[in-house]
């Protein structure tokens, strides 16, 4: 049974913000949990000037670098804390660090070749895609459910909200970000999320809940949106 009032309106919003540009490749040599480039650094602060302005009640953000060095100006035109949430964590590469690029390029072009079943598996060496999935899937349950928002027990994707009016950024990855908006909008996951929501570098997607009989539905009211950068520093 659903246990949100009908007669309240009410409304969660979860705002997916995707890091910038991330240095992959230093001198020829793949980099492991890499920092920002100079064009992800000026990206990070256009996001920030624009973000600023709304109101959240919580801005949590990745543990690895590219996220956090992201987040970092919009921490500070807040006026807040850094607040790192681990299940936000982009799916687990294999430990290459220093190893040539054509390797990693190499690993990328095999998976995208496999027959669609076969790219559960993931990269070699690496966190597989089913178990990446299954972990977001969960990270994000906990995630709401701690926040008082409950997937309920029905064929359809209905929700109950037990605290309306709670706005909340996510700064994390284009993956991490993509199957959390499956995940919420109740579609079956794909071992290519990332091809099916492609998000730019500090893309701003939104979703929203919206109220239908007896409860509420996630709702994606914004995709990928860019509109704080130049047409020169949009990348992805």
Request: aromatic share 6%; hydrophobic share 40%.
């Amino acid at each position: 049974m659903l246990t949100t009032s009908q007669s309240t309106v009410a409304w969660v919003e979860i705002v997916l913000i995707r890091h910038g540009q991330p240095e992959w490749i230093r001198e020829g040599l793949s980099v492991v949990n890499p920092p920002l480039t100079r064009l992800g650094h000026a990206q990070a602060e256009a996001m920030a000037g624009r973000m600023a302005t709304e109101a959240f009640d919580e801005i949590l953000v990745s543990p690895l670098e590219r996220a956090r060095q992201t987040a970092a100006p919009l921490y500070a035109a807040t006026d807040r804390h850094e607040q790192i949430d681990p299940w936000l964590e982009e799916i687990r590469d294999p430990g290459w660090h220093g190893s040539s690029a054509e390797r990693a390029e190499q690993a990328y072009r095999e998976i995208r070749e496999r027959p669609v079943d076969e790219r559960w598996h993931g990269l070699d060496g690496g966190e597989s895609i089913r178990d990446f999935t299954n972990r977001i899937h969960e990270g994000a349950s906990q995630f709401l459910s701690e926040r008082g928002v409950e997937r309920v027990d029905h064929e359809l994707p209905m929700w109950s909200i037990a605290e309306p009016e709670r706005r909340i950024a996510l700064v994390a990855h284009a993956g991490t970000n993509s199957v959390t908006i499956a995940h919420m909008l109740g579609l079956p996951p794909t071992p290519w999320e990332w091809d099916r929501f492609v998000l730019g570098h500090t893309s701003v997607s939104r979703l929203e809940a919206i109220p239908v009989h007896g409860g509420f539905t996630f709702s994606l009211t914004s995709l990928s949106n860019l509109e704080h950068l130049r047409s020169d520093q949009r990348t992805r």
